[in-house]
């Protein structure tokens, strides 16, 4: 609500049009008068609303299933909107930091969250990372601005919650949310140096093809184990089209057999090492049970076809592979998982294998492409 109201003075002075999205997760009854509140608020500043609506399926980490869900529907939401701003305060940072250093995270998750992010065709901003919750409660009540607290985020039951708790104890030993918010600051400063070295890297020793990412394995096995890192979390992110890096201890086991000269697999990809390349290629079990969803298979490939009954674009797998003439020059493992047209069990097109006619896929991964991400928050 504070910032509801500093971005609606902020916009008149300088002509720009906002538009206000409350996301009413469905979880307690209180909710849908809250988002009734802010509809009212926002009507008297004369701007748009309107409410995003969301059903947990009980699945996973309520918190983290809802923080996705309400970037997926904001997303849906903005139409041409490209940026959203976010309230998240100095006191979210810190619990943020802490929340990561438990989890044992580098320099990639203690450096906290970015002032911007880019979601794909859209920005999160967070003007607020530098004022403290308590300021924006003075705020609100100075200026008699409504707001309502959510009493979840009193339930010892999160983690979140928990490590807040804790803030007030370390506040007195000079371990406050500003302290952990300006070292978050500062490792943002040391990942964006790390994140141009790992970049510069990328252009010297790593290639695309066909969604994959491949590395030159003597170049790769020179540089220095952060970048290693950096550039075997970006090409899983990029070509699982994830949102997050894997967990830095399996991403260290990984790179360790790696350079070992072993593969595996992390974060729905497979890691092949040949004589001269290593390849991050998408797992065939990660997309085996999936069909096209409006036009998208895999968040990252377009397909095109005349759609008829029978036909579906699914991975190749081993079943279509067998059926094709010719292969190219890729390990047989890295092809499974391409996108392929099927009728019943029969291979009627796949343009990885260049066979059949009556599919088009092009790449469009939402993460942009490899290595541009490594710069990206």
């Known amino acids: 609500m504070?910032?509801?109201?500093?971005?609606?003075?902020?916009?008149?002075?300088?002509?720009?049009?906002?538009?206000?999205?409350?996301?009413?997760?469905?979880?307690?009854?209180?909710?849908?008068?809250?988002?009734?509140?802010?509809?009212?608020?926002?009507?008297?500043?004369?701007?748009?609303?309107?409410?995003?609506?969301?059903?947990?399926?009980?699945?996973?980490?309520?918190?983290?299933?809802?923080?996705?869900?309400?970037?997926?529907?904001i997303g849906d939401w903005r139409g041409e909107i490209a940026h959203v701003a976010f309230a998240h305060t100095r006191d979210d940072q810190a619990e943020t930091l802490l929340l990561r250093l438990r989890r044992g995270s580098g320099v990639e998750g203690l450096s906290g969250m970015a002032e911007r992010r880019d979601m794909g065709g859209w920005q999160i901003v967070r003007p607020l990372l530098d004022a403290g919750r308590d300021e924006l409660r003075h705020y609100c009540r100075v200026l008699r601005i409504p707001y309502a607290d959510d009493p979840s985020n009193a339930d010892p039951t999160y983690d979140r919650v928990r490590i807040r708790r804790l803030l007030s104890d370390l506040e007195a030993e000079g371990l406050g949310a500003g302290t952990l918010a300006a070292t978050a600051a500062r490792l943002r400063r040391a990942r964006t140096a790390l994140a141009r070295r790992a970049y510069d890297v990328a252009e010297r020793v790593a290639s695309t093809e066909a969604g994959d990412v491949l590395f030159e394995r003597d170049g790769f096995a020179g540089i220095e184990t952060d970048t290693q890192l950096r550039l075997l979390a970006a090409a899983l992110q990029y070509v699982a089209s994830a949102e997050y890096r894997p967990r830095a201890a399996a991403l260290e086991a990984l790179l360790e057999r790696a350079l070992a000269g072993g593969g595996g697999t992390l974060h729905g990809c497979r890691v092949l090492v040949g004589r001269t390349h290593t390849r991050i290629a998408r797992e065939y079990e990660a997309v085996r049970a999936l069909r096209d969803e409006?036009?998208?298979?895999?968040?990252?490939?377009r397909v095109v076809y005349e759609p008829r009954e029978g036909l579906a674009v699914r991975a190749l797998g081993e079943v279509g592979l067998a059926q094709a003439p010719e292969l190219p020059d890729a390990p047989r493992v890295a092809l499974h998982a391409a996108p392929a047209l099927f009728d019943g069990d029969r291979l009627v097109a796949c343009p990885r294998l260049g066979h059949g006619t009556g599919l088009s896929v092009q790449l469009s991964a939402p993460g942009g492409v490899f290595p541009d991400r490594l710069l990206s928050d």
């Open 2 to 73: 504070a910032m509801l109201h500093l971005a609606a003075a902020w916009a008149r002075v300088f002509g720009i049009r906002l538009a206000v999205v409350t996301v009413d997760h469905g979880l307690r009854p209180e909710a849908a008068d809250e988002a009734a509140l802010v509809a009212a608020e926002a009507e008297l500043l004369g701007l748009p609303h309107d409410v995003l609506r969301w059903h947990w399926d009980g699945q996973g980490n309520l918190q983290d299933a809802a923080r996705r869900a309400r970037a997926r529907l």
């Open 294 to 301: 409006a036009g998208v298979w895999d968040r990252r490939w």
